[in-house]
């Protein structure tokens, strides 16, 4: 009952990050991105600027899509790892991720 309910708490932490993350990366996208560091200097022109600008914002599509690939990676091992626990350490880490555990340890 506990993995159940653990797995489903994890799954809608992950949806919920990565909808988070959707909608501020549409705010961004309306902006007009800023070319690194020097390459205002190059007097260049508007076709240089534009097409620089496409490679930069495929560039950082292509890297928010491995940023969710990454979370939703480390989301399936957390899975993994508590799977191979013991009811009762699922229990106790689940104590341990709610902080019910820290008043046990206070008290010692």
Not at 4 to 16: K, Q, T
């Amino acid at each position: 009952m506990y993995r159940v309910s653990w797995m489903m708490g994890l799954a809608i932490l992950g949806a919920a990050l990565l909808v988070g993350s959707g909608t501020s990366q549409e705010k961004k996208e309306g902006k007009k991105t800023q070319l690194p560091q020097g390459f205002s200097k190059l007097s260049l022109s508007k076709d240089q600027k534009a097409k620089m600008q496409d490679v930069v914002v495929k560039s950082r599509m292509k890297i928010k899509a491995l940023e969710e690939q990454i979370a939703e990676l480390r989301t399936q091992e957390r899975m993994d790892l508590i799977a191979l626990l013991t009811a009762d350490q699922k229990e106790l880490y689940r104590k341990i991720q709610l902080g019910e555990d820290s008043k046990k340890s206070g008290d010692k």
